[in-house]
Structure formats: C-alpha cells, structure tokens
Antibody, heavy 120, light 109 residues
Framework: EVQLVESGGGLVQPGGSLRLSCAAS????????MNWVRQAPGKGLEWVSY????????YYADSVKGRFTISRDNAKNSLYLQMNSLRAEDTAVYYC?????????????WGQGTLVTVSS | SYVLTQPPSVSVAPGKTARITCGGN??????VHWYQQKPGQAPVLVIY???DRPSGIPERFSGSNSGNTATLTISRVEAGDEADYYC????????????FGTGTKVTVL
C-alpha cells in the first residue's frame, strides 16, 4: 500500500524557517517524481514544487521561488521542503504528492498534509 | 502563466447528473486530471489523462476534454459525492508547470 506521511509543520514567525519531510513507503520511491502542493485555509489547491526521480529537474511556483528548496533522499525514501523567509501568506496545509507516470503528470497519491502557520 | 477557470459551485439533486467545467486556452491539447476533496481530507484523484479512472473510483465519474473546456461528469449523483472538485494540468512549456483550477463546490440537494 502506497503511503506518504508528512511531518515538520508548526507555528513559525514571519521571516523564519521550517523544514518539511515526507516519508514514502509501499512503492519504489526512486522511480517516481514528487511534488509539494499546499492549501491555504479556506482556499484552493496550489502547486508548490516538483522534483524528478533523480533530482535532475526541479520546478517551483513563482510564489516560492528563491525562498523554498525541494530535495529528496532516495536511500531514505524521503522528500523534503526547506522553507525560508516565511510569510503570512505561506500559511497552509502542505501535502506531498506522487506524480503519475507519464509526461503530463497528475498526482495519484497524496499524504494527509502538515499544517504550517506563519504568525507572530 | 496558464489559467484554469471553474464555476465556484454546482448544485444537483440525488440521482441526477452533475457536470463541472474547467476552462483554459486550448485545454484540449493538454492532459487534464480531476481531484475530489472532502472537508478535512486530502485530495483524491478521480480522473486522470482526461478520461481514465483510477481503480476504486466508480464508473459514475467520467471526463472529457476538447477545445477550450474539459468536463468532469458525475452520473447518478449520491450524497457522498458532495465535495470540492479541482481540475489540474501540467503545463510543460512553463518553468512552473503545475496548475490547478479554481475549484468547484458540488452540493447535493
């Protein structure tokens, strides 16, 4: 059974940093590209970042580029999101999501999410 | 950047058909995926690559995509289908390729 479990969320002050983790199991993690998707309270889904299976290709949403860094450790079956210079508008539930096989991927499995709150 | 537009809400009586549209410039040339999200839960993929259904998703869910509009159709709507629905594409021509629609709240009357 595919499982994605996020951790690392919490309350952080504006300008602070946080590192999210996503532990993957039930599939060959090193064969799949992965994503982070977030959802602000009461709002819609927003794609945040993508990393290919070998980490050779990385994309970011304009809203986080230069502040967030996606990475992965295939030996540990783990995905990460380093978030720096956090702003109030980064407050959201952050989901990790596996990319569907193919070149125009959707997201076939999602974690349960971890809440990040940016507030003083 | 690429924009996907959905109606904010759709209301449907039990047993009837709900159609949720997703508008985008020449969206018919892209692959569209659809997600269902119930309150407090993570999204669930219900249609991928325009019209394919993941295992476990009822046949009542179907999708189509042509021109400037993709459509998610829910036939014989049940109370359990009440949820938010999002379309999504991967815009390969962009350096920020993940794009979600604005979301549609489906209410079962």
């Amino acid at each position: 059974e595919v499982q994605l479990v996020e951790s690392g969320g919490g309350l952080v002050q504006p300008g602070g940093s946080l590192r999210l983790s996503c532990a993957a199991s039930g599939f060959t993690f090193s064969s799949y590209s992965m994503n982070w998707v977030r959802q602000a309270p009461g709002k819609g889904l927003e794609w945040v970042s993508y990393i290919s299976s070998s980490s050779s290709t990385i994309y970011y949403a304009d809203s986080v580029k230069g502040r967030f860094t996606i990475s992965r450790d295939n030996a540990k079956n783990s995905l990460y999101l380093q978030m720096n210079s956090l702003r109030a508008e980064d407050t959201a539930v952050y989901y990790c999501a596996r990319t569907l096989p193919g070149i125009a991927g959707g997201f076939d499995y999602w974690g349960q999410g971890t809440l990040v709150t940016v507030s003083s | 950047s690429y924009v996907l537009t959905q109606p904010p809400s759709v209301s449907v009586a039990p047993g009837k058909t709900a159609r949720i549209t997703c508008g985008g410039n020449n969206i018919g040339s892209k692959s569209v995926h659809w997600y269902q999200q119930k309150p407090g839960q993570a999204p669930v993929l219900v249609i991928y690559y325009d019209s394919d259904r993941p295992s476990g998703i009822p046949e009542r869910f179907s999708g189509s995509n042509s021109g400037n509009t993709a459509t998610l159709t829910i036939s014989r709507v049940e109370a359990g289908d009440e949820a938010d629905y999002y379309c999504q594409v991967w815009d390969s021509s962009s350096d920020h390729p993940g794009v979600f629609g604005t979301g549609t709240k489906v209410t079962v009357l």
